[in-house]
């Protein structure tokens, strides 16, 4: 008797906790229901339910919400910062766990100490050097701040790396395979689960930064945003009032790609980061 | 220290062989670098290095050179404007642009340096490949030369792009911001309309003063103050919660733990800037919390017992210091448990069960587990990246910044210094830069960021990459 009351308040309590960390998340989906615009203070769950944000989002873009076009910009930077991030990680990551050169752990030790530098004090920098190349303001420019200096996000990669096995190498290159080889068709095969969370993992990257597309579009045209910076305009103090449920739509749409990916990525997740961090 | 200087002295003593010993095609590489390749043979190597040599004057000389020369001073000439009455037209004259000045003048001499690397290296390379001349040893042909790049030197093809990569996107901004920290670029001094100097380390000094005029002193220890301790409660806070919280779904007892796992992971999918400013309009000060506590007399409680202060028709949950503060960690919590949770599942699946179950049977209580053996091995796996996650909420942006967006400081000393009081030294360098333009500042608030960071990981770090950890798994 006094286990199944044990067991139910275990159950109670985690239901309790589980509603405490839903509740915006439900709040974000009942408001992108309703029928009106702005915050509606006094009630939790809208008066009168509608569909009509998701129509204004997709079908009806104007100049202050131009959904399918940050979504393509996004779309694109997700695509090719997924693609670049990816080859970068894996190849700093082999260079430096599977080979033995001689400026190797000064590089480490060189690269760890750049990545100490607050992210905020370079990005304005970043700005004025893109700008001297004539890239600011552009889908190219964010992409080559997001990936460019993906290299340095080695470390997880790397330890995932250090596991595999040195004799399989070893008996690769008796066989008379080049360094080339061994790294396309024996290492990138063997690393499924670490080059899937690289992969995901770079590409949101793009979808959750929002202080970097702040700083690099300074463009006044919404077609030029990002998701993040369209978002974020949607509750400007001139624009909340009759945009906030549009947001919450836009926030639901998404957050429903990234779900599904995280879902995906859950089992990865928790052997990168662990596996990382025990073999640094 | 004393290893670095040996190894220095080594690298210019190699290069002083070199020369001494070198014959006439290796020493005529010190003025034309391909000289020595084809000399013995591989020509097309030989006309790639003058090519490049060529391309390095050409590039200083045209490019660079102009803002080098200019680099003591930042420029003279002030922008000026004058309008033409006659031909209606507005001209010019040829001013310096300070700006461009630094940063063409940080990559002027970055490239200088890299070739200065280059010289000396390729000085050393013909030599050797003199040596093996006289010895009568095989000199590699070009294609043989690029075969080593996909095998020996595969190391120099992999790290060759993303070293560039991190050239353009961390050590030149890097290296031009720290430059920026000493030179008075402010609202005042913009480019290209106004020069901006050389101050030296009045900016520092500006940081630790505090008059009536000058409030970053006075602004500055409190941020610093509320910097530390919102890394060390929130790192903590999270660390704590997120292990019990996976120990309370992964307790055999718990039905269903797939499904409350994903429950909480729902909230990390959500991108921050979405939830984050959710949940700042929720707490708002005409928000829905608001609305219900009003609603159920809680406002008119808080202000009978003095939380509230009088005047006001609501709680401030995030725009007065203090509930503020309280709120940004409670709310930091909830942003942070889940993604606590999901590492330390991975992390108890792991913990040896024999351990566990010895412990049970000499009759230690489940508190007693927990604290003996499951948080020293938890410990013990996650500390490095502890660490990391400090370092990582010192510089935690968005969390701070888009909560607290539409919060307004009542405090002079304050405003003076464009901070807030639950600004972190990162969203105060931030307002510094994108709303008052005063890079100076920032600049100098983010150099002593990096100090904190790179002091707390030096500490820490060092025993991680010294330690050969890294071949006991291969």
């Known amino acids: ?280 | 220290m004393k290893k670095f200087l040996n190894g220095l002295k080594k690298y210019f003593a190699e290069f002083g062989t070199s020369v001494a010993r070198g014959d006439i095609w290796t020493r005529l590489s010190l003025v034309i670098m391909g000289a020595g390749y084809a000399g013995r043979g591989q020509l097309v190597k030989g006309i790639l290095m003058t090519l490049v040599e060529c391309g390095f004057f050409a590039f200083t000389a045209l490019f660079s050179w102009p803002y080098m020369a200019k680099l003591g001073t930042l420029g003279t000439v002030q922008r000026e404007e004058v309008f033409d009455p006659l031909t209606m037209t507005k001209t010019v004259n040829d001013y310096d642009n300070s700006l461009l000045i630094l940063l063409g003048g940080v990559i002027g001499i970055l490239v200088i340096f890299a070739f200065l690397l280059l010289w000396i290296s390729n000085m050393k390379t013909v030599y050797r490949i003199q040596t093996m001349k006289e010895n009568g040893e095989h000199i590699n042909s070009l294609r043989e030369d690029l075969r080593t790049l996909i095998n020996d030197r595969f190391h120099v093809t992999l790290l060759t792009l993303p070293s560039l990569g991190v050239l353009i996107i961390n050590i030149i901004p890097i290296l031009f911001m720290i430059c920026i920290a000493f030179t008075n670029y402010d609202m005042n001094h913009q480019p290209p309309t106004y020069l901006f100097t050389w101050v030296g380390l009045a900016n520092f000094k500006a940081l630790f003063t505090s008059t009536t005029t000058i409030t970053f002193g006075y602004v500055f220890a409190r941020v610093l103050v509320w910097t530390l301790i919102w890394a060390v409660l929130a790192t903590f806070t999270t660390y704590i919660g997120g292990i019990l919280l996976a120990k309370f779904i992964n307790n055999e007892k718990t039905i269903g733990k797939k499904v409350w796992r994903t429950l909480f992971i729902i909230t990390i999918a959500i991108p921050q800037f979405v939830t984050l400013l959710l949940i700042s309009k929720m707490f708002g000060d005409y928000g829905i919390v608001n609305g219900l506590c009003s609603k159920i007399g809680l406002t008119g409680f808080l202000q009978d017992i003095g939380l509230v202060s009088k005047g006001l028709s609501y709680i401030p949950f995030l725009s007065k210091p203090g509930w503020a503060h309280v709120m940004i960690i409670l709310i930091n919590i909830w942003v942070g448990v889940p993604y606590q949770m999901l590492i330390a599942t991975g992390i108890l699946m792991n913990i040896p069960n024999d351990q566990l179950e010895s412990a049970r049977i000499d009759g230690a209580s489940e508190f007693q587990i927990f604290w003996k053996i499951t948080m020293p091995y938890m410990l013990f796996i996650t500390g490095p990246s502890l660490i990391t996650s400090v370092i990582a909420n010192i510089n935690n942006f968005n969390v701070i910044y888009l909560l607290t967006n539409s919060y307004v400081t009542t405090n002079m000393a304050y405003a003076n210094s464009n901070a807030k009081e639950v600004d972190l030294l990162i969203t105060w360098l931030f307002t510094l830069t994108n709303d008052y333009s005063n890079f100076k500042m920032a600049s100098v608030i983010g150099i002593v960021t990096f100090i904190i960071c790179a002091v707390i990981t030096l500490l820490s770090y060092t025993r991680m990459i010294s330690g050969n950890k890294e071949e006991e798994f291969q």
Request: hydrophobic share 55%; net charge positive.
């Open chain 1, 1 to 280: 008797m006094k286990k199944t009351v044990k067991l139910i308040i275990r159950h109670v309590v985690l239901a309790l906790l589980a509603f405490i960390w839903l509740i915006p998340i439900i709040w974000l989906v009942v408001t992108s229901l309703s029928a009106n615009k702005s915050i509606d203070t006094t009630h939790f769950f809208p008066e009168h339910w509608s569909l009509d944000n998701y129509a204004q989002l997709f079908f009806r873009p104007d100049t202050a919400a131009n959904f399918p076009a940050w979504f393509k910009n996004s779309m694109i930077i997700g695509i090719a910062c997924c693609i670049i991030s990816t080859m970068f990680v894996l190849m700093v990551s082999y260079a430096f766990s599977c080979m033995r050169f001689r400026s190797r752990k000064a590089l480490m030790s060189f690269s760890i100490i750049l990545g100490m530098f607050p992210g905020v004090l370079s990005m304005i920098a970043i700005y004025f050097v893109l700008k001297l190349f004539g890239l600011s303001d552009s889908i190219a420019g964010l992409i080559i701040v997001y990936s460019a200096g993906s290299g340095l996000g080695y470390l997880i990669c790397k330890g995932f790396f250090d596991t595999i096995s040195v004799s399989l190498r070893e008996s690769a290159k008796l066989e008379g395979a080049s360094e080339f080889t061994i790294f396309t068709r024996i290492i990138i095969p063997l690393s499924k689960p670490i080059i899937v969370y690289t992969v995901i993992n770079s590409f949101l990257n793009p979808w959750m930064d929002f202080v970097m597309a702040r700083l690099m579009i300074k463009s006044k045209s919404p077609a030029d945003w990002t998701v993040a910076i369209g978002l974020f305009n949607l509750l400007q103090r001139n624009l909340i009032g009759s945009y906030f449920s549009v947001f919450c739509a836009g926030g639901v749409i998404v957050a429903i790609p990234i779900s599904v990916l995280f879902v995906i990525m859950q089992k990865f997740y928790v052997e990168g980061i662990t596996g990382g961090a025990v073999k640094g």
